[in-house]
């Protein structure tokens, strides 16, 4: 594989269950982010991880969980799921922080009813 | 308080015609920018930048103007050309430590007609 991938694609979930976004990327990027994107309020960034090991909160964190435990992964989870979470999920990469310029996985769209 | 401001959701433009896609800022501390071009059904992807310390940064038929003192910059696509139908998100980043991640605008959508 060659730069980020998210899993899966797509998914339909009902409310209150438990789910996992999963990215990698292969590109040894110290930074990885969330964003989720919504029709007329652009790309929003949930949570952030600066370095394997740690992780930040961005603007729309809560409802949200993440963890780092190594350089290529970086799961995005909605311990139980809202239908205000749907929405399409974006993951990307920048070599070694913010001021790096980011690279984009393909998208998750997840629906929750 | 929204920092970066894309004020235009959409625009259409004739083939061939010149497209400026508009940004504005509230952050003085901001120094860098960027544009992202986004497909349906696909991640964003990077376009242009241009440091605060420059006006301009050409690329090919992509150009980015930077206006500091009027906290602008704007993004002209010339010739326009029907592949460059997509959404275009402006993005900046600024914090001193480098450690902030960047700041997007809502989007623009770009049409360019045949």
């Known amino acids: 594989i060659a730069g980020i991938t998210q899993a899966p694609t797509s998914q339909i979930l009902a409310a209150g269950r438990r789910m996992t976004l999963r990215c990698t990327q292969d590109m040894r990027h110290n930074a990885m982010y969330w964003y989720r994107q919504d029709l007329g309020l652009g790309l929003r960034l949930i949570h952030y991880?600066?370095?394997?090991?740690?992780?930040g909160k961005g603007e729309v964190p809560d409802g949200y969980s993440v963890s780092r435990a190594n350089t290529d992964d970086f799961p995005l989870t909605l311990a139980s799921a809202v239908p205000s979470q749907t929405s399409v999920y974006f993951c990307?990469?920048?070599?070694?922080?913010?001021?790096?310029?980011?690279?984009f996985g393909p998208g998750t769209r997840l629906t929750v009813l | 308080d929204q920092q970066v401001k894309q004020n235009s959701p959409s625009l259409s433009v004739q083939e061939g015609r010149i497209s400026i896609l508009n940004c504005d800022y509230t952050n003085s501390m901001f120094d860098y920018f960027l544009w992202y071009k986004k497909y349906p059904a696909e991640g964003p992807t990077f376009l242009i930048s241009?440091?605060?310390?420059?006006d301009k940064n050409e690329d090919g038929r992509f150009t980015v103007f930077l206006n500091k003192s009027a906290k602008h910059l704007s993004l002209h696509i010339v010739p326009s050309q029907p592949g460059d139908s997509a959404v275009y998100f402006c993005?900046?980043?600024?914090?001193?430590?480098?450690?902030?991640?960047?700041?997007f605008g809502k989007g623009t959508r770009l049409s360019v007609i045949a």
């Open positions: 991880s600066n370095t394997a090991g740690t992780t």
């Open positions: 990307a990469s920048s070599m070694s922080g913010p001021r790096d310029t980011q690279y």
């Open positions: 241009i440091s605060s310390i420059k």
């Open positions: 993005a900046a980043r600024g914090d001193p430590s480098g450690n902030t991640p960047l700041v």
